[in-house]
Each structure stands twice: as C-alpha cells, then as structure tokens.
C-alpha cells in the first residue's frame, strides 16, 4: 500500500497575521482571527477529494483548500469552534483507518536568519511576497520544512510568540516555506517557537 | 540508455466536450469534434522537439500542444483524418525505433466517486475547472494514472460511454487527472469506461 | 455632487450555476444556490469601502466581492437569509441618503441569438469562459447591458426561466456581458426573461 | 494640439515602506529608501518613449517605469541622488517645451477613512494588496485622486507623516488609488498629510 | 443608431514576423507566412459575435480572435485564400448592411524614433514584448492609431518594406499600438510604409 | 550531510541578446551587455538567503535573482566588473567551505538540432518563447542540461560564437532548457560552442 498521511495538523487559534495571510491567498471560504483549522497532506494526490467530501459532510468546518500537485494532495478546513475542528480531524483519521501517530512528522531541511536585510535582497522577497512586505534592514526568518503542510504550525506558533510580520509561506509542493521578518530578538524567539513546535509533533519517518 | 517512452495513446474520434475543453486550454491548432488525435509523452522531455518536427512534415496532422516540464516533454498532433492520424503515430515509432509495445503502460494511482457533492466543495472544484462547473449534489468522479497523458484516453471514453459532464483532465505532469460529473450512475458509467480503457493499453511497466 | 448610484439589484434566490459561477470566480466568501445577494455599482469607485465596512457592520450579510475599477467601483454582499440581504440593501440606500429609485436603471446595448455555432467560433468562446463550455452546434446568446452590475440579475433570471447553461458573464467595467448556450427555444426563453426582468428595473436614465 | 502633461512630481526621499512597494512591483530598476524619484504622466502615451530616452541619456537616473495604458502613459526615474532628479524633471519639462505650472494639477475624487475594518471586508482588501497586509480591527485610508501618478505624492507624503502601513497604490488609470492602515489617529494624520502635499501641487485643471 | 465600424482592414499577405507574433498571441487558429486576414473592430464590442458567426458559415476562413474589451469588439479572420479573405469582408459589410467607405478612417495619434535605445530603457520595453526582442543600440519606432485594429496594417506594410525587428503590437484597447527596431533608415522606411498604409485607408472621421 | 552545489558559475560577458533577455524575465536588478554574473544552485534551497545575503553585503554585486523552486534554491548576482563577481565567487565559496571543484558538474540530458522549423512547430515554441520569436523555416538548436542553472553559460558562449537568435532559455527547475535559432551553420556553431562549454566546466558527478 503507497498511501501516506504526509502530513496532519491542527492550527488552534488563528493569530491575526496568519488569518490575514490565509485570506490573502485563499482559493475557498476565508477565516477570522481566533478561528481553528485543519492542515492535512497525503499521497496519492487525488484522496483529498473524498476525504473531503466526508469531512464537510459530517462536521461542521468549510473547506478553504483542496490542492493537488505535483505528487501530494492536501486541504484545509477550519471553524471558528475548535471542537468542530478537532471532530473534523477525527473523521479524517477514522475515513483513512489510520491514528495520529500514523502521521509522518516533519523534518526541518534547514533554517536561517538573515540580520540587517540588504535593501536589494529585500526587493527580490517582495517580489513573491503576498503577506507584509520586508523592509531593508529588518532580521529575516527562512525556514524550510518537510512535509510542506506543517509549515502552517510553523507560522502560527511563531506569530504567538513575538511580534514578528509574516511575509509568506508556502505549504503545497515538496517543501513547506516561511518568511518572517523583524527585530533580531522576536525573529529568534519566533524561530524557537516554531522549531519547538516542530519538534513537538510525533509520527514516523 | 535513458529514453523512455512514457505514454502513447490514439483518441480516435473525440467527443463534443473532450474537443471543447482542447480548445478551451490549447495553446496550438483547435480542434473538432470528431477529430483524432495522438498523444505521446518521453524522457528526457526535449526529445518532443524533434520528433514533433518528422512528424508534422512527414504527415498531414497540426500540433496542438508540445510541453516540456519538469521531468517529461509530451505533444499532442490531431486531424480530421483518423488515417492521418494513424500514420503519425507510425512516425513516432519509426523515428525512434521502438514499437509500440515500448510504451510504459497506464498505472492507475487513484479512482475515487463521491456521491452529492457538498457546495463548498464545489466552489473549490469549481476555482481550476476550465471545462463544465460541477454543481453542488452532483455525483464527481476523480481519477489519477500515470503517465500523465494517458487521461486522454480515458476522459474520451469516459465521455463516449455515459453522458457526464467534463469539468476538467490534465494530462501534464507526474500524474494525469480527470475530473467529470453527473448522477450517480452515469458517473459510474464513465469511470467503467475509462478504467476498461487504461486496462486495454498493453505496454511495459 | 458626482456621485452616481449607478446599479443597485437584489438577486433572491441564486440559482445552481449562478451560485457554481460566482464560486468560481469569488475573492471573498463563497455562496450557495438558494442566498440572496445584493450588487451595487457606483461612482466614484473608492466609495465602495465605506459603504461595504457599514453593511458588513450592520447586518448578518458576508462581502463576496468589492472592486473598484477604471471609472466605478462594485460590492456584492450576500446571505442565507433574503431578509438579511433586503436589509443590506436598505443600509447602502440609507448611508447613501438616496431612494431606490435614484439608481440608474439597466440600458441593454445589445442582445443576440446565434444559432448552430461553429466549432471554432466555440474554440475562442471558451478562451475566456470561466462557467459551462459551450458546445458547437448549441445556440447562444450574448447580451451587453450598462450599468454592468445589473447583468447579475438578467444571468439569474434567465437561468430560472430555461435550463440553459451559464458560460460566463462579466459584472465590472463599463458594460456587463453574458454568455448563455441551449437549444434555441431555451435560449429565446431564457433571453425574453432576462430582458424582461432588466425592463422591470425603474430608476433613472 | 492634445498633448497633456497630466502630473508631473518628484518625491524627494522615499520612506521605507514607499521604498519596499516599488521595488515590489517594478518592471525595472528597483530603489532605495531615501533615494529621490520623479513621476510623469502624459497623454498621448506613447509620448513616454521619446521622454524617458532623453531623460535616461542626458542625467544620471534609472527608469523604473514606462507603461501605456488605454488613454494615457506615465513613467518614473530614480536616483540616489536628489539634484540628479530635479536635473531629470527639468529636462522632461524643456523637452516637451513646457514650464512646471503647466502640469495639471491634482483633483481629489474621494477620501474616505473607515476604522475597525471588519475581517471579511480585509479579506477582500488583501486579495490585491501587494504591500503590508491590513489586518482586521485596523482603521483604513482609502484615497482617490487624478491624473492617477500624483497618489505617489500622497502616499510617501503620508508614511512621513504617521507610522501607517503602506497596503496598496495604484499609479496607473484613469485614477491614482491609495490605502494604507493603522491606528485611527495615524491614519487621519496620514489622510492630513496626502491632502496638504497634494494641494501643494498647483497646476491647470 | 449608436452602431460604428470603427475599422475594417485587409491583410493581404502576413510577413514572417507578423505571421510569428501573431501565432504567438493568439487565442484561436493559428497563421502562416503568405496567409490574408480580416480585422474588424466595432461598436457596441457584442456584434462581433453574431458577424464573426456568419462570416465562419458562409466563407472557408478561420477565427483567430474574438474578443470584447471595455467599449469596442473585435475579431480577426483569415485564409491561406486571399480571395476567402475578401469575401469575408463582403459577407460582414452586407450583414452590417453597410459599405467600406462606413468605416472610420485611421487616425495617428503619435509617432516616434528614438535611436540608440538606452539598455534600461530597453529593459522596461522587453517586459512587456512578446515579438523579438529589443536590443540596446538599435533605433525604435513607436506609433499609436485610433481605432486600435488598423495597428495590424501598419505592421505589415512596415514589415513589408523593411528589415525590421517587430517587437510588438497591441491591437485591442482604445489605441493600436505599435513597436518595431533596427537600424536608424530601416526605422524610417518601415515608419513611412506604415504611414502610408494609413494614409490610404479610407472612411469617415 | 545533505547540502549540494549543484551549479556555479560565471559569466564573464554577457552577450547583447543574453543581456536583453535576463532583463525581460529578471525579478530584481536588470543588467547590461558587457556586465559579468555569478550563477549558483543548491539543495536545500533556502540556503541561498543566507549566502545572497552575504555575498551583496560583501561585494560590489547586485542580485538579479533569488528563486526558491521545488527542490533547488538558485540566485544570480551581477556587476559591471568582472572582478566584483570573481570575487563574489570567491564569497560564495568561503561560506560554504568548499571549494570550487566541490560543484557538480554539467550532464547534457539531450541536444537536438530541427531544421526549416515548420510554421505550426513555430506557433507553439513562440507560445512561451519570451526572447526572439523564431520564424518559420529556420534552423533550431533545444539543449537540455542539469543541474539547470548551468544552462546560462551554454547560452551565453553559443551567442559569442554565432549570430543566432535567443529564442529563450530557463535556468530553474530540474533540468536548464535553451532554444536557439538561425542558420543551419549558425546554429551548429552555436551548439558546438554550447556543448564545449559545459564539458569545461569541471565539477563531481
């Protein structure tokens, strides 16, 4: 059997920039501050779909993306109830016949700050940026996490712990990415916040 | 070596919507219904370049499309004339030495059908259908093989087989994905069709 | 004064490829067939912000979409509940210190019926349709009406009187324009409702 | 003769997040904080291209924009140097054979401060921000002024003023268009600002 | 009657590199070198439905654009059969109930040769070209004509008369534009045969 | 340890063409004929914030490009001194800890040469071409390379050594593709130089 729970995580309250972030790029039904979501990817791609379907037909979440790329599938859905949000993480579990721990856990392929951003760099970031845009001189945040999904868990433990400007992230393709921007000391404390996170989810790999 | 013929596929005469949704996404020749065409996908990808070239001045066939991506190249050449059609893909064989047993043959990833299909779900579906908008409550069949362009075929034969609409296929990529919708049982119908289809490609694999 | 209520409709009950349409082609938050919804367009176009921040404040609707373009600007609101929305609308017209009346009312610039459409006429349709493909042989019509914003209504109506299929319809910029395909007697019904439903609009012009 | 000199400005040191914005969507040489820019627009547009080619040849700055759009064309030059843009401004203006006064001035179509900004009408507005996201709860500057390149203008003026996050502005069209967000007190300081610098600017009209 | 042909012109035989560009834009059935073509821009944009639907059923051309922008619509025909190419013509002014001498005639709104193009104004221009690139050193040609279709005559005939690069032409909108380079005299013959062509159409005004 | 140097680098003239078409695809800082760049992938891709971020800093060189793609990170820096970017080469080494010979080396994945490229062959490569359109008849020169930044090189040597055209060239991804075209004798010239080029650059592999 090829199928894998690449990646499933929940995001317990939405912070203000990562809602906003969400929003931004949405392809479905937008969140609010505070609101919780499922993150969830799998292989093969195309299982999304009827996970999906059981998932907004049983609970009460709406869906904001259901992707299928390259190799993986993934979707998101989200309430501003967390316990819906928990009952639809259950159903995804009970539909695939797995338990959580049959999930992989992430793998942080590298992280990185970049103090005193050089204004000509910072016009590159601006250029993918949907989120805040960097400013020349501010700390810079990169970090790149497999499977592409944990990245959202990322960004919002590390927007909970210091006043960070989340520029972007990236959570379909075969890495996760995160851009944050700010002061040396909150980048640092948001990076230890995020790694920690990581490092706090189980699973195999 | 390293060649590979990845996919290779006749669509003998296409269907009403098969030819609508290649002149909706075409970047070369359109089509009509009626028509056939030759599918062929290889590795390394640039290998299309030349043998797009035999075959269009050996033959009375129109490219309408010709794609590298990341990995593999395919094209795509049709006529009005299924003989034309034939002969091109004699060509293609011809030109590179192999018979038609050399094809890799389709492996099916995925086949799901998801009955009543839920509206935020739709709306999701609907954000990168460029064929017929599936609505909400209707059946939705998903279906995912590789090589990719193998969808071809079974997209036209699912549309042959039962009255379902076409609400997109990609046929580029790691994998090939179609998308149709209808009742229940005509979707039933066209997911047959298409798996009996894939399981007539003989090839290696 | 230039200000200019330039469309102001309610859509009651959005029918299924209404609904499907403007999922596809959202920003904001998604719809469902059976809402209600209210357009508005004026000028000048910035003027859409506040009047959406007052009715998004004031009443149990949700903002699907808020666009300002060359010379106008254009709000959709919507919801579950017609009360809700006929609510919505009485806020703008109250924020506006305007009556229904004072809106502009629909000039149709023009309507046509084409039948038994040629394949490749069909190719280039279905470039830019973002609803149901239109097939060849199908009848269509193509109707172009200013204030752009009130080709909502005729698209809902229309659908309501025939089962036609919704390619695509445009409700920004200087005219709105639909594009509906079906036999021809479905074609001419839902054609007469639609123009039928913009000349039962009242307002000035 | 028709030739217009629609706007013509210079912004004398560009803040950081005017800075960042540029760079964000330039076509062409990206720019610094501080450094010095001037703004043009004409009509008929293709007059742009004979200006910019005197302009690059004959002082030391670096074109970052040269766009024609349906009636109009506007392009920008930058440097590090100040005295080198003041240098470029009056080769445009001996050029063309025109003194300073004979630009048009601004015409502020509407200003509009809405606070407490609701999340679902953010989700809306960050769909086409390219620069800071607004987030929810924030009070928000929307700014509409002709000829469109004078809300450069407004928007630099307006970062001196208050620390409000730059969202969004449009130089381009039939209208300028500025948002920016923050506190309320921020925001109208900022408002006060754009207004002072853009009566500043005399002119016919 | 608010109805205006606003162009109508021939294409009597497409050179190589308008024949290139023109494959390269297009949304419909590609052209050859040595091909005819039809250009027809009207008023409001909708007729070119019901006219490009007539001229397909009654003559053996093929539609490479329809297409409705913010005030006008047109569409393009074409035949490897000039004499196909002229009876479309005849087939659209009969069915407009209108004669050739109805269409508006060209008016050059500007036109320019700037030589020795600077390398970052070169830059800003290859942005936005889809022909052949710019590339610094050479002398360009910028011209701009109401109604925008007679730009595709003007680009031929300047095709025609020199070796020209042909960098661009934008032939839909409220302007035709157009951008060509090369040497300083070659500029300047194609500039002249393009003015010529103009000169010699025909029409109100 | 997992880190590659999967391309390095230099270009120590950049052609007239080469330059031109940088400038049309380039997200940062455009670039002149004449000026010298430094090409680099590696895996994991995030790593090049840090190194662009060190080698800007450092050097007089300014970045051209910074892309993140699936499982590659690349960047380019520029100047008008050669010595600059030797010496950003050197940076870029050092804080790494390798040395030069630790790159990989250049696999030519496939080479082809099409002669009298026929027309519909021709439509479809323009349809992404974003240098020079080739024309109908010419000779066409598709190599394929990996890593695929090495592919600027081969595109930058085969202008130096015949007058071809740069159809155009993409250096992201998993493998770097180039199409040229001119000549027959042009386009084995250039293709020669090309394939001398990689087999010099030494490297592990």
New interface residues.
Partial sequence: EDFQLRAYCHIDRMQ??F???I??I?????V??GWAALYVEMA????V??I??RV??STDV??G??I?E??YGMFEVHSGSQADVLRAGEVVLEELGLVRADRMRPNV????V?TN???????????F?????????ET?L???VEPAAYVTLAANEAEKAAPV??NHFSSV???G?LWMSGTEADVLAARDAALTALASVDGVG
């Fill in positions: 203000p920039q809602a906003a972030f929003g931004t949405t392809q479905g039904d937008p609010v501050e093969p791609g195309n299982w779909f009827p999906v379907d907004v037909k709406r869906p993306s259901q299928v390259r190799h392929a590298s992280v990185q970049v951003v050089n204004p000509f760099q910072c016009q590159l970031l601006n250029r940026n949907r989120g805040t845009m960097i400013v020349a001189g810079m990169v970090l790149e400007r989340l393709g075969a890495f990415r």
